[in-house]
């Protein structure tokens, strides 16, 4: 059986003045319908442009290098940007983290809407809007009807995504790329928007690719884990199996350096150094200049992405 | 830290109310009450952690405190002084005592100045020093920090943000201040480099005895720093109490209903939404 959503070894490239910065750098991952699968990494790893590469909107001077991305069996790679805009909305769709600078500030958030609906259904206006007020329903935003004439300042951040997710869910999309959805919104706030994608993905069936730097935010909603350093994913494994045994050295650095909550208050571990500026990687693993396991091997070749225990993957020589 | 003592810094009854619309010359329409009544001590070589939503109060507090901006009415002291009488050359005098480090580690550099004016300036403007003396305390400062003596001739952009947030406490530590406001100070930064700005603050903290008003929205980064934990709301503080009381016993339903909504980093501790009891 394929998957609904199947990546492999994707490579994108930003050809800058100083050279070629590969942002993602052989990504492999597939998504089924219905499941929740967490990427995660900090700033830089490639987590948003493995998500843009997704959608093929890859902002020049980057450009998807090679790979495939199989949606529904189909690799939307090679095809016609006509047909890819077909396929963006109603395939797949996508929500950012500013719900501010994504939505025109001169429309009202139910025009936004139907003018999504319309793009892709041969509707009236006047269905197109009552398709707004529903999805706004369905999103959660009280007094649906009134909230469609107001326009984006007039709501606040955490209904301003509602909107976004509404609008990105108007052409029923089987796979929804959530690109730090609530990074920009108070707990409370952030808490209510996860219930929201995991109640839709439940209710819609539609697959989930969710991308945080937060692991508690993962812990909370993921089925599956990722774990992308310096453009590539170097772990790979079922939430809890990365959480009770977290493999590659990255991954158990990541969650020694982060505060437990109504534990002790252990001092924690930094990761040693920074994240490595793509233009001037280390040979051999990209990690290992801040591992604190590194053998002189390290040095010596690209270490690949290997199976280490049942559905459990990991790229490391010493994992 | 004592339990008895007199504070170090001290608020009563304060308020700080902002005017919305009305125009340029017009009355305003209404008033943001930012900062509403609020009374708190902070105890010398404590870390308060002042926590809260999006514009719940918690930045102007801060800035109040160290009397940035002047309250619309209420007292501040700092060392049994209050800030809000002082003859402006005391005052002077007194801004040493009391420092900030902000959120934004691109924002709050000057771009045209060399890491070493940067974090001399203080030193400079309070006439601290003989040139050749501010030179040495800013090479002192950067090692205080993590910083190679060689940052110092460089420019800010050169940096990454956790080392332009360590050169951000530098400049806050240069004039050895007593009480420092820590403004979301490591809210910008990943992970993995929020943590060395963690512990760089604490070891600072216990090494120079600083008082820290850590200000923050993130529920586990105060958990970890703070000795007492104050709970903002709506410009009121709704709940105060040590750190452990606060975490296991919260009696505001504000501060439960925060704490609930924490995204714990263990699966196996999922959070119950609401009507899954």
Redesign the interface.
Known sequence: MSSLLAVRDLRTSFFLEGGEARAVDGVSFSLDAGRVLGLVGESGCGKSVTALSLMRLVPPPGRIVAGEVRFDGRDLLPIAEAEMRTVRGAGIAMVFQEPMTSLNPVFTVGNQIAEAVRLHRPVSRHEAWARAVELLGEVGIPDPATRARAYPHQLSGGMRQRVMIAMAISCEPRVLVADEPTTALDVTIQAEILDLLGELRRRRGMALLLITHDLGVVAQQADEVAIMYAGRIVEHASVLEIFDRPLHPYTQALFRSIPGVGGRRERLQPIPGQVPDLLRLPSGCTFRDRCERVIDECAAVVPPLEVKAPAHTAACIRA | MSDDGAPLVEVRDLHKHFPVGGGLFGRPRAWVRAVDGVSLAIRPGETLGLVG??GSGKSTLGRLMLRLIEPTSGEVRFAGRSLLDLPAGELRALRREMQIVFQDPYGSLNPRMRVGSIVGEGLAIHGIGTRAERRDRVVELLELVGLPPEAARRHPHEF?G??RQRIGIARALAVRPRFVVADEAVSAL???????I??LL?DLQQKLGLTLLFIA?????I??LSDRVAVMYQGKIVELATRDDI??KPQHPYTR??L????????????R??GEE
């Open positions: 939503e999006s990454s956790g080392q990943d992970v993995s480099i929020q943590a060395q963690l512990n604490q929205h993130d529920l586990r980064i958990e970890h975490y296991r209903a925060l609930s909504a924490i995204p714990v980093p263990n699966p196996r501790q999922r959070r939404k609401a």
